[in-house]
Every structure is written in structure tokens, then in C-alpha cells.
């Protein structure tokens, strides 16, 4: 049964690495919508909404996140990216006016370098608990490889002249990049 897009708040367990519909909601006519989704751990959301067009989609990854759909109906399904079962929660509202960026999300299972997408502006690492995560952390390389800045697990940097930067971390993580789209 679908619920009202227009007052939506939606709470599901989303075991790890399975996907689980979040929320099936009708808001009668097609206008701006802002929808948000959390999580503990990180996720991807999969949407499914008719506006304008009919059965548009877009898939989307991290913890917080957070669209604006021009959109009569939505349809929401979360896969837990993490190792452990999570809540996810879901709050939609009726609003044009507000800000979002655009993230990229990049996983990598073991620690390298990767290069710094265009249009980046900054960026984070993201892993799940560790046993130390002092020793964790994102780091910032020029063109010829050199270390230009450095940042602990979950802080947010910005790229400057960085051409690439290097996961410093003994687990699976996540990138999460800002971009200026």
C-alpha cells in the first residue's frame, strides 16, 4: 500500500548486503519534492519516480542522502552496503528551495589511489568500525606522487591541486567525493 509522499516518514531493516524496499508513495500532482534517507552504515538507494517523464531512476550511494525529484509517485529500495544489519530511515517533504550537492561514491576493497574525478571539490574516506582507526586515513598526492595533505577517517578535505588521492586503510572503505555539478 503506498503511503502520502507529501508527509512520508518511513523506518526499515535493511540486513547486510540484501535490498529491501523502503517506501512505495503517491503525492497526487507532480511537483518538487525533497527526499531524504539515513543510515548508521553506507547504502545504496535505488528510486524509481514518475514526474514529467514516467519510470525515471537513479541510483545513489552513502549514509545521509539526500535529492529533490519533480515527482508524483516514488518508489524506494536501500541495500546495506555495511557488514551488519542497519535501520534505515526515510522523510520526504514539498520544497524547491533546497541545497544539495552531488557526491560521487567510489568502494575499494583494498587500500591504492585513485584519481581525483573531475569537478571534485573535496572529499572523505568512510569505513566501517576498526580495530585502530588512528592509523586510517585519506591522503592527497600532486602530479609527481607527493604527499600534499592528510586527513583522518570521516574527515572532509578539499582537493586544491590534488591529482589523485591514496586510502591509507585495512579494510574495505568508501571515497566519497563532493562535486561542483
Known amino acids: 500500500m503506498a503511503v502520502m509522499l507529501d508527509t512520508l516518514q518511513a523506518t526499515v531493516q535493511a540486513p547486510a548486503g540484501q535490498e529491501v524496499k523502503l517506501f512505495s508513495a503517491e503525492g497526487g500532482c507532480a511537483a518538487w519534492r525533497f527526499l531524504m534517507v ?3 552504515v553506507p547504502l545504496e538507494l535505488r528510486l524509481l519516480w514518475t514526474g514529467r517523464l514516467p519510470n525515471t ?7 545521509s542522502l539526500q535529492v529533490c525529484l519533480h515527482a508524483s509517485q516514488v518508489e524506494a529500495w536501500v541495500t546495506n552496503l555495511g ?3 542497519a535501520e534505515v530511515t526515510a522523510g520526504a517533504a514539498l520544497s524547491a528551495e533546497r541545497v544539495t550537492q552531488n557526491v560521487l561514491d567510489v568502494a575499494m576493497a583494498t587500500q591504492g589511489s585513485i584519481a581525483v574525478p573531475p569537478f ?3 572529499a572523505r574516506l568512510d569505513a566501517p568500525p576498526l580495530d585502530n582507526p588512528a592509523t586510517t586515513r585519506l591522503e592527497l598526492l600532486d602530479g609527481a606522487g607527493a604527499v600534499i595533505a592528510a586527513v583522518a577517517l570521516g574527515q572532509t578535505v578539499p582537493l586544491g591541486r590534488a591529482a589523485r588521492v591514496r586510502t591509507v586503510c585495512p579494510a574495505a572503505h ?8
Open 38 to 40: 539515513e543510515a548508521p
Open 57 to 63: 531512476r537513479a541510483r545513489l550511494t552513502g549514509r
Open 83 to 85: 557488514s551488519e544489519a
Open 120 to 122: 571534485a571539490l573535496s
Open 174 to 181: 568508501r571515497v566519497v567525493f563532493v562535486l561542483s555539478l
